[in-house]
């Protein structure tokens, strides 16, 4: 690997303006046209767009710097320097575990490269419910735009076994099923995406547009948490951060100012919507932290005859959204089935069982085959997502509720998958449940999972899609932004993340977002430059 030109150690030598952790010393003032708050895929297009119209852009980032010549596809390393809480992050019952980045391009730069447009059904409900017109014809020249940016397109490879099963059982039940687009070139397929990519293959904004913003003359502060807006006269005046340390604590040192005309709160679901309650930011609708959505995500593990080895090949490759489009969007939950990329310790935190069972499982495990469902929350009344609130130290949490809504959802996504994989060919399958157990055939399954109490904390639910908080709505009453993006009571703050999204979309959501900030920041530079740009 130590072969493979580095981005951005060739960038630190150019002269990048980097501060904070390893780098050159914090400043305790800093101004600008613009500070954006994250650097994922939110903060990653607008820093772009932004400085290439010409503006002064600074980068707030809380986690640190890192390339490819740091990512050696070790989980140990990975997990505690790239996520949130080690990945270890929690719903407030810990019944739901949350996968979430932490490092310069955010999520982007340790995700699994699956791309989907918003799909129009998702957008047909924002507009009849929120008054959003986000429309295909509206936002298509933008995704269009992100799309060759960032080369997502279908992988033509052939999919590696973990992804081909879920083709061959979708097909033998007449099952729909296709090509994920991902965000890839010169990808080699190593399958360690979520660990970073050591070849730069993956189009992540870590080697995109963070670089591009730096070019073009934007200051990055990493290892800096923003810790509260200074809010008067209905605008943001400044944004005070600290130091943070590795372990998302607050490292000694002092704080730091940050004094701009326009302020871009682009930390994702859960950071952005908590840095706007540390603020104190007005909220007279009771609208901040509430419907954040998760894609609450259940899972099924099969022993197949042959290896399956889950962790080579491009991790995620195959998808099928038949159960999605075969009900209302505003119906009984609906999930959009993938196969996830296996690694051992995200593998064995996410199996069921104890000793002697869980050493089985692990014995197993390169012929083991995991089916992942996606849950389409925020669309019903009875999935209604959660909110953050502020821990006694102003830390974040997330309350999900996992109704009763929701986990017949789960149910039924635990039935397909079984079916599923029982076609494919697996020897036994087991339900991601703590009181399940392998099941021999579909029958045995079928009815084994109807017999489940699907409670949580015994139904294993996961994320990695944390969206909402800081909804958008043509109305003040109905969100905490508005179409364009701007805050509804403050006039020189914008958020342009995914916690934008009124409801979960419905697929993996990283070129929702890219499309929908690209249209954002762009009529952002016009506002402030008079500047057309666009996402090249």
């Known amino acids: ?100 980045g932490r490092c310069v391009g955010g999520s982007t730069t340790v995700n699994w490269t699956s791309s989907f447009r918003t799909p ?90 963070i670089p591009a913003a730096l070019d073009a003359g934007a200051t990055l502060l990493v290892e800096t948490r923003a810790e509260r807006f200074e809010i008067a006269n209905g605008r943001v005046q400044s944004l005070v951060c600290v130091p943070a340390a590795g372990n998302g604590g607050r490292a000694d040192g002092p704080p730091a100012v940050v004094v701009a005309r326009h302020f871009v709160l682009a930390g994702g679901g859960i ?37 399956v080895a889950g962790w080579q090949g491009a991790p995620q490759s195959v998808y099928s959204d038949h159960f999605l489009g075969t009900q209302p969007i505003d119906g009984p939950i609906g999930f959009k089935i993938e196969a996830p990329p296996l690694h051992p310790v995200l593998f064995a935190a996410s199996t069921p069982g104890i000793g002697r069972e869980h050493a089985d499982a692990l014995r197993d495990f390169p012929h083991t085959h995991v089916l992942i ?77 109807e017999a489940l109490p699907m409670d949580p904390l015994l139904t294993k639910v996961v994320s990695a899609h944390v969206m909402g908080g800081c909804g958008a709505a043509a109305r003040a009453v109905d969100g905490v932004v508005g179409p364009d993006g701007v805050h509804w009571q403050l006039a020189n703050l914008s958020v342009h993340d995914g916690s934008i999204f009124p409801t979960s979309i419905g697929a993996n959501p990283q070129l929702s977002i890219y499309g929908l900030v690209n249209h954002l920041a762009q009529g952002l530079a016009r506002r402030l430059t008079g500047r057309n740009v666009t996402l090249a």
């Open 373 to 449: 469902a996606l849950m389409r929350d925020g669309f019903h009344p009875d999935a209604p997502g959660g909110t953050v609130n502020l821990r006694g130290d102003g830390s974040a949490v997330l309350d999900y509720p996992l109704t009763p809504f929701v986990l017949d959802g789960a149910r039924r996504a635990l039935l397909a998958m079984a079916e599923l994989q029982f076609a494919a060919g697996a020897r036994q399958v087991m339900p991601g449940h703590e009181m399940a157990r392998p099941f021999a055939s579909w029958t045995e399954a079928s009815a084994g999972i």
């Open 120 to 209: 129009p059904d998702t957008l047909r409900y924002w507009r009849r419910h929120f008054g959003l017109e986000f429309d295909g014809a509206a936002l298509t020249p933008y995704f269009e735009q992100a799309e060759r940016r960032l080369n997502i397109a279908p992988w033509l490879v052939p999919p590696n076994e973990n992804n081909d099963l879920l083709r061959r059982g979708a097909a033998r039940l007449g099952i729909a099923s296709a090509l994920i687009p991902r965000n890839v070139k010169g990808c080699a397929n190593l399958g360690s995406c979520g660990m970073g990519c050591p070849l730069n293959a993956k189009q992540s904004m870590l080697v995109t547009t």
């Open 271 to 307: 950071n952005s919507p908590v840095l706007l309650s540390r603020s104190q930011a007005p909220d007279p609708h009771d609208r901040l932290g509430r419907r954040t959505f998760l894609h609450p995500v259940v899972l099924s593990s099969a022993v197949m005859p042959a290896r």
């Open 1 to 100: 690997m130590s072969t493979v030109p580095d981005p951005i150690r060739e960038g630190l030598a150019r002269g990048w303006k980097v501060a904070g952790g390893a780098h050159r010393p914090r400043p305790g003032r800093v101004e600008c046209d613009v500070a954006i708050i994250g650097s994922g895929a939110g903060g990653g297009v607008s820093a772009e767009l932004l400085a290439r119209a010409g503006l002064n852009v600074v980068i707030v980032e809380e986690g640190p710097l890192r390339s490819s010549r740091h990512f050696d596809q070790q989980e140990a390393i990975a997990y505690p320097t790239l996520y949130q809480e080690s990945a270890g992050r929690k719903t407030a019952d810990k019944a739901i575990n949350i996968l979430q």
